[in-house]
C-alpha cells in the first residue's frame, strides 16, 4: 500500500516530484531522441542535486528574461505585447541553441494585463521607458512605518485593501472595502457587501475580471509553448518561485531605503514581520512546484547580498527566515533555487548550516573556488557567468572563462553551469559558445 504524502519523509516526497518531472506527463516528444533529450537533462539536474553520483556532463542553463527575444531582434515592448511572436522566438532559441533546460516565458508577462490594472510598481517597456528597455522597478514605500501591525495581524487583508490598491492604479478602490473577516454571521452580511456597489469599487472588480480575461488566453499560449519546448527535449528549469521573507519586505512594501532604515528604527516590527511572512513564502514555492510538476523553487536574492547590510543585520534580519523558507521547501520534497545576485563572499560560511543535498545556490559575482572549498561538497552550486562577459567577451574569452568554471567548480559533479544574472540582451556568438562548450568540455570521463 502506497504511503500517503503526508506519511512521505522529505526524501520521499522528492523522489516524487523528481519522477513527476521526468515523467513529462501529456507531452508528445516530436521523436524517440527529444524524448531521449528530456530524460537525460531531468537526470542530470537530479543528479547534481543530490549528489550521489556524479553526472553524464554538467548542464547548462543559459538564464535569460528578454535575452531569448533580444538575440532575434525583439524588443520587450514586442516580447510583451505580442505573445505569439515572442513564443515563436523562445522556441526557436530552443532549437538553434539547444540549451538543457528553458527559462519560462511567463517571467516576460504580457503587458495588457498591466494597462488594464494600471500597474505602478514597475516602469514598463514603452511606457516611460525605451521600448528596448527591460521592467524597471521603481523603488517606493508601499507599505508606511505605522502599518507593521497590520501586515502582521492579517497579511492578507493588508495586501488587499493596503498594498494592492497603492500598487494597481485601477484598484485604488479596493481601499474602500472592509476586511472580509468581519463577514461572520447572517447580521452582518448585508452590511459587508455595501461597498461592492459604489461605482468605483465595481470598476476595480470589473479590471480585475478583464485582466483575469487577459490572463486566462494568454497562459494557454505560454503553456502551450511549453509543452511545445518539452517535446522538442527541452525542460523548464523552474517549477515554483518564492522570495526570502525579508525581500519580500524591503523589495515589494517597504522600500530599500525605508528598509535600511527600520532596521534601526523599528527592528522588533522588521523581525515579526519577517517571521509572519515566512510561511506564506513557503507554501507559494511549495504550491508551484506541485502544480508544475518540477521540485525546483526559485529564489531570487536581493538585500542580503555582501554591502547591503552588515553581517550582524544578515544574522540578525535576514538569514533566519530565509533558512526557514529553505528548510521549510525542502522538507515538502522541493529543491530551493536560491539565485544569489551581486556578491555573496561574507555569507558562505552560514550556508554550511543547511543539510547536505536540501537545496542549491547559484552564485553572481561570488568567487567559486572558496564557495567549492566551502559548500561544494554537501550542495550543488552553479553560476557565476558574469553577464558584462557575455555581452562584451569574445567566444574565446567565454571558452575559457567557462572551462575555468568546469575544472575548478565542477570538479567532481554538483555544478550547474549558469549565467550569474537573469538575461536581458545576449551576444549569439558567446551564447553558443557557453552552451556548445559546456556540452563538449564538461563531460565527465
Sequence with gaps: MEKKWEEMSAAEKRKARFE?????????????????????????????????????????????????????????????????????????????????????????????????????????????????????YVEGEYMLADEYPALINDPTDFWIRCLMPRAYGALDPLKMIAPFTDNWEVVTVSAQMIPFGIPPVQ????????????????????????????????????????????????????????????????????????ERLTPLAISQGVRGATMQGCPVVFIPLHKGADGFMSDKQFREFYWPTLKKVILGLAAEGCVPFLFCEGSYNTRLEYLKELPETSCMWVFDRTDMAVVKETIGKKLC??????SGLLLTGTPDDVRAYCKNLIDIAGKGGGYLMCTGTAMDEGKADNVHAMIDFTKEYGVYK
Design 381 to 386: 552550486i552553479g553560476g557565476n557567468i558574469p
Design 20 to 136: 513527476t518531472w521526468l515523467s513529462a506527463t501529456g507531452v508528445e516528444f516530436q521523436n524517440a531522441e527529444a524524448e531521449a533529450n528530456f530524460k537525460a537533462a531531468v537526470t542530470r539536474f537530479k543528479d547534481i542535486v543530490l549528489m550521489e553520483k556524479v553526472p553524464d556532463r554538467v548542464p547548462v542553463l543559459p538564464f535569460g528574461i528578454f535575452m531569448q527575444t533580444h538575440l532575434y531582434g525583439v524588443t520587450p515592448y514586442e516580447a510583451m505585447y505580442d505573445t505569439e511572436k515572442m513564443l515563436s522566438v523562445q522556441a526557436s532559441f530552443i532549437k538553434d541553441y539547444a540549451p538543457d533546460y528553458y527559462t519560462t516565458p511567463a517571467l516576460v508577462g504580457y503587458g495588457k494585463i498591466f494597462d488594464i490594472l494600471d500597474y505602478k510598481q514597475y516602469k514598463l517597456p514603452g511606457h516611460g521607458i525605451s521600448e528596448k528597455s527591460a521592467y524597471q
Design 203 to 274: 470598476n476595480a472588480l470589473k479590471a480585475l475580471l478583464d485582466a483575469g480575461n487577459e490572463a486566462m488566453a494568454w497562459i494557454q499560449k505560454v503553456v502551450g509553448f511549453e509543452m511545445q519546448a518539452r517535446g522538442m527535449g527541452c525542460p523548464g528549469c523552474f517549477g515554483g518561485a518564492t522570495k526570502a521573507p525579508f525581500d519580500i519586505l524591503g523589495d515589494t512594501l517597504r522600500g530599500t531605503r525605508a528598509t535600511m532604515m527600520d532596521m534601526y528604527r523599528r527592528p522588533d516590527m522588521v523581525l515579526k514581520a519577517v
